[in-house]
Structures are given as structure tokens and as C-alpha cells.
């Protein structure tokens, strides 16, 4: 990777906060209502309880509190029933989070989005999957935060030839996308970031630093602690397992922290929406152009017919089949196995969803190179299954550019 120098525009980036402002008087400054006298507090006290009220019921943890929940306090609680996260994976994962707040200071800022539109030269990827600037800069945020948490042996990032070896005794191993989608960036697309945890394999530490640092980063997905994605759209949601369910937290900008807003994701068995570059049609093998006709008019297990929804942003795009159901899918031969594929697939099945390569579940591969490519299908059950049953669905001539 070739050194680059930027230059750095200041953008205001708070620190993380541990102390919550009350409910109360976050609802008085958004719901008052400018009038006077005894009327305008009793309106502001109604409208305060029934803000509360709200938030409760959609964030309840069930510990018998007012129910706003943070990302650190979920963790620190076990992170899932039936789950037990020790301090250091806790630790991490603040780190992580205070990493996401500043790439989502940063892609918001109006002085950085030319760095969006600029790329450096890389020994891999196209050069539409050059890394731009703005990958470097949060690459470089999320190293550092990695290197403050002092909990990481090694980080292996898709903005790196190789892994960074960090710290001989740090219990986890890191795998990242920092910032997914950043050529959108300058048109306001939403972006990404992407990681994975695993734990330090202390049967490798006799080995050379690089070899160890290598070998670490490519564990099969099924081995994975913790992954997660941080989507920065119209709001900023950080969603993550701890490996017992999918929990989702909003970035509450008053306060500085991720509040629980989605427990315990499940995506639909099945659903309704297919969501893929369409202008590839003529590239598809017949077994998926089949499967595409035969949902779009109705004609396939399901006898409705799927809308088409596609973003061109991977987190985007699953974010909304998390929510909605249905199959996210790239089938050509470009998504990166450690980096997008696992992470994302070991999320995607704590909530009850399927993952596939088009032939075998993607956790069960094992990975043999930093930078494997793969197609990537995610979804319901039903859906990504009914797929798989058309046989030939990966795309393996024309992807259209080099890759």
C-alpha cells in the first residue's frame, strides 16, 4: 500500500460520553411548545411521559429501568440472553464504536466529501476498488482505536495488502471493511463499515510475526466471536451479535451514544424483495435469470410477486432485508470472504437468516487468501434456499470490469 499524505480539515468529533442526559429533558427541548403559564408545563410534563413512554416499549431491556439502553451498557449486561461478554470484548467494542462516531463525523463533513471522489494506487483491486482517501482516513481511525484499546493482536483490513501486527499479548483479532461504499460518497449514498472478531489463536504464537498475523486473520467464519456494520445514512445505526441474536443502536446525537432501538433482530422467513444489479440480467447464469423471472412475476414458492430494491451499497442494501426479508445478492465473483462475506453472513444467521455462496454456506468456508472473493447471498431462509434449489446462480463470465 503507498504512503499518502492529506490534507486533514478540521471536523468536530466529540469524544464518547458514559453519562446519559435524562429523558425528560431531551423530550422538553424537542416536543415544548412555545406558550406560556401553567398550561405550557403541564403540556411539556404530558408530552415528556409520553416520549418516555415511547421509548420504553421500543427499548426495553426488561431489567426494570426507563429502558434506554446503550451499546456499552448492553454489552456490559451480557449482550443477549444466553451470553457472556467479558470485560476485554467490552472494552473493544467501545473502542470500535468511538471509531464509527468519527468516520461518521467525517463522511458527513462538507469538507471532506472531495476525498470521496479521489483514489491512490493499490497492488490489489480494480481501480473502480482502488482505496480512495477517505477509506485511508478511516482505515487509519480504526487502527488507531484498535491500538488505544490495547485488547487487539492484529488487525487484517480490506485497505491493506497484508495484516498489522498491534500488540503480542491482545486477546482478539480484528477484520475490517472501515468504510464500504465510499465511491458513493460525493452523491450522499449511504456507506459502511464492516467488521469481525475472533480470538487470538495462542497455538500460532511461536511463529514469525507475519506468518501468525496472517494465519489469525484467516479463520473460518464460523469461529467468529463478534461482527457487526455500521451503517452512516439518514441516521447512524451500529448493528451488531455478540453470537446470541442481531441487536441494532441508533447514534442519539444529543447524547453521543448508540441507544438499542432493535432487540433481537429476526428477518422474516421469507419476504418480498430481491435486491441486485439488474443490469447484469445478460450476464447471470440460466439458473439465476430463471429464479429472477420467476419471483418478479409471481411464479416462484412465493405467489407474489418481489419488487426489486438495490442501493449499490452493501450495508445499505442488508440493512433493509434485516428489516424487511427477502435476498440480498451480488453473484459475481467480487465480495471479499473476510472481510464482507463472514462478518455479515455470522450476523445475518443470529437473526434467523441463511447465508450462501450460491452452493454451500459461506461461514463453513475456509478462507486460504487475505483478499478471497466470492458471491454473496443473504437473506431469509425460505428465499436464499429457493434460490440455491435453481442450481447455477454464480456469475462467472463478463463481470463487466476487471476485479
Known sequence: MQSLTLTRYPTPISPPRLNLYPLRQIAASVLSVPTTGNRSEMTSRRECASFKSLAVGQTSTGDGDDGYCTLIDFAGNGGG???????????????????????????ASPFNSSLGKLSV??????????????????????LSSLRNSGKV??????????????KDDGPYVVVVDPLDGSRNIDASI???????IYNRLVE????????????NSLQRGSRLLASGYVLYSSATIFCVTLGSGTHAFTLDHSTG????????????????????????????????RKYIDSVRQGKGQNPKKYSARYICSLVADLHRTLLYGGVAMNPR????????GNPLAFL?????????????GILSIQPVKLHQRLPLFLGSVEDVTELESYGDVQQTVNPGYEV
Open 81 to 107: 440472553e444466553g451470553t457472556k461478554v467479558g470485560d476485554d470484548l467490552v472494552v473493544l467494542l467501545y473502542h470500535i464504536q468511538h471509531a464509527c462516531k468519527r468516520i461518521a463525523s467525517l463522511v
Open 257 to 288: 451514544e448508540f441507544v438499542l432501538t432493535h432487540q433481537n433482530i429476526k428477518i422474516p422467513t421469507r419476504g418480498q424483495i430481491y435486491s441486485v444489479n439488474d443490469a447484469r440480467y445478460f450476464d447471470w447464469p440460466e439458473g439465476l
Open 348 to 360: 445475518v444467521e443470529q437473526a434467523g437468516g441463511k447465508s450462501s455462496d450460491g452452493k454451500r
Open 190 to 196: 449511504p456507506t459502511g463499515t464492516i467488521f469481525g
Open 121 to 142: 494506487n493499490s497492488s490489489s483491486g480494480s481501480d473502480r476498488d482502488a482505496p480512495k482517501p477517505l477509506d485511508i482516513v478511516s482505515n487509519d481511525i480504526v
Open 204 to 215: 500460532l504464537d511461536h511463529l514469525p510475526v507475519e506468518e501468525k498475523a496472517e494465519l
Open 333 to 340: 465473483d467480487h465480495l471479499r470472504l473476510v472481510y464482507e
Open 153 to 166: 493482536a492484529v488487525m487484517a483490513s480490506e485497505e491493506n495488502d497484508s495484516p498489522t501486527w498491534i
